[in-house]
Structure formats: structure tokens, C-alpha cells
């Protein structure tokens, strides 16, 4: 068949396309090669093809990861190759090191859907798996500098589907995925925290009138803007009462990993622990609860059902 040879001396854009192609075909190996030739002629232009080459390592990541390359896949602080290696992590089952790149995307851009969804499932498979003491067993999670948290913007916020052709840098096709470099602004920041107190009191209002399936809504949006910890503890009272137990226990959890003393988190977790028959576990919460409040009757009284139970 033709191969590659009839772009040995392309321009960076006949390359990529000429490896998007191959790509279509199935043919990842020369696909990656394409685009690494494409990326070694960019080379020269420095900053002025940053978006180019941001398409460029992303296509490739895909080849890699098509090929069961995974370690190959990463771009450090690239939100594409991150959700692309944490989908196939996530695929073999291998929850902890997806958990930590979909954490490591929201680090970069905590307004990305796919990780924020991401993290949520392997937060449930992991409590599924190893109980409460799950994050111990996590790998560290790498703190993303400053100057890699800008916003990207990523038309579909989801890893590719699997049969995805790779993106393209040219603007206005279907499936395009252009990568935009802006600095998160001071003022979008506060912006973004005031929306998320608004739906948190959103939030609080609907638990007044008992209306606890929207208010998890309120408090849902409320997270993906800010990680507050009462807003965790104010969902998971609303998971309890719509007996959504995991639910409760995995947002107490997010709550006690902002504040490992929290006495509503360690009340509700145990609650919710209780329901799922974990007694160890609860008695566990109530009894570090103490600690902190050695007179609280709720703790106190939950104790006794707990040692009867």
C-alpha cells in the first residue's frame, strides 16, 4: 500500500493529516510516526505553534493508547492525553491510577465534566472495593504548577469514544478539538466561587421545602465550581434521606479529605455506614467523632444502636 513516503518532506499539516488517515485505517504505528516527524518540523517555530502541537501529542497520545501504550500516552499537564490515559486505566480496572489523572485534569481545569464524572465513578469502585480507607492505597497525586491551570477547551469534555478519529487543528470541522491557552483571570475565579455559593443557598432552600432530589442538583453544580466541604456534608444529608447510602459515604469522604475533623462528615458517614451494614466501619466514624465532641448526644446515641446492632 503507499505508506508514508509521499509526505517524507510535507508541511507539519500534510503530516498530521496524512496521520490522521492512517489513524482511520487502523494503522496507529504509522500514524504516531507521522505525527512525530510532524512534531520535529515544528520544533523551530517554538510558542507560535503551540496549538498545533497540542493537537499533535493529543493524536499521538491516541496512537499509543490504541496500541496498549498507556505509559506513552501522557502530556505533561495535558487534559486530552489525561482523560485519554485514565479512560484506558479506567478500562483495565485499574482505578487508582485513573483516579489520580482524573484529578490531575481537574487540577488543571476543574471545569471539565468527563473528570469531574470520571473521578465520582472510581471513587465509587474503590470504596466498593477497598472500604473507607480507599485513598490510602492511592499513588501520590502530582500537584499541577500553576502555570499549566488554564483552561482548555475540549468540545467533547469525554474521553474518545472508542472508533474517534483524532482531532484537528483546523477550525470549524466536525469533531474538532482545538486547544486553547488562557490564564483562569482573578475576577473569573470570584465570579465562580459567588455562582457557587448561590447554588449551594439554592440548595439549602430546596432541603427547607423537603425537595432533596434537586437539591442534590443545586449542590452537584455548586461542586464542580468550588470543593467546599458543608456543601459535600449538605449532599450527602440529602443522599441519606433519598437512602442513596454509597452516595452519602463517598461525598463524607470528599468532606473529611478537606477537613479530616469535620463532625457532620464523620456523623453522616457513619449513618450512611450503618444503613450498608458496616458496623465496624461506622463505629469507627462515631468513635473519631468523640474525639472532637466527646458530648455529642446524636454520636453518643448512634453508638449504643451500633454496639447493639
Known sequence: ??????????????????????????QYG????LYSRALELLEPAGDGAAEERSVLLANRAACHLKDGACSLCLV?????PLLRRAAAYEAL????????????????????????????????????RDGVNWRQKLPPIPTVPVSA????????AGAPAANAPPATARRGEPGESVVLYSALLPDQTAAGMERARTLKEEGNEL???????????????????????????????????LKQYKEAVQDCTEALRLDPKNVKALYRRAQALKELKDYKSSIAD???????????????RLLQELNRA
Open 76 to 80: 505533561p499537564f495535558g487534559v486530552k
Open 149 to 156: 491551570q488554564t483552561r482548555w477547551s475540549i468540545p467533547s
Open 207 to 241: 432541603v427547607k421545602k423537603g425537595n432533596h432530589k434537586k437539591a442534590v442538583e443545586k449542590y452537584s453544580e455548586s461542586l464542580k465550581l468550588n470543593q467546599e466541604c458543608a456543601t459535600y456534608t449538605n449532599r450527602a444529608l440529602c443522599y441519606l434521606t
Open 93 to 128: 480496572e485499574r482505578y487508582p491510577l485513573a483516579y489520580v489523572d482524573y484529578k490531575t485534569a481537574l487540577q488543571v481545569d476543574c471545569s471539565i465534566q468527563a473528570a469531574h464524572d470520571g473521578v465520582n465513578r472510581m471513587t465509587k469502585a474503590l470504596l466498593e
Open 30 to 33: 504509522p500514524a504516531a510516526q
Open 286 to 300: 462515631i468513635k473519631s467523632l468523640l474525639k472532637t465532641e466527646p458530648k455529642n448526644t446524636a454520636a453518643l
Open 1 to 26: 500500500r503507499g505508506g508514508a513516503e509521499p509526505v517524507m518532506a510535507a508541511s507539519p499539516g500534510a503530516l498530521r493529516r496524512a496521520g490522521n488517515e492512517e489513524f482511520r485505517r487502523g
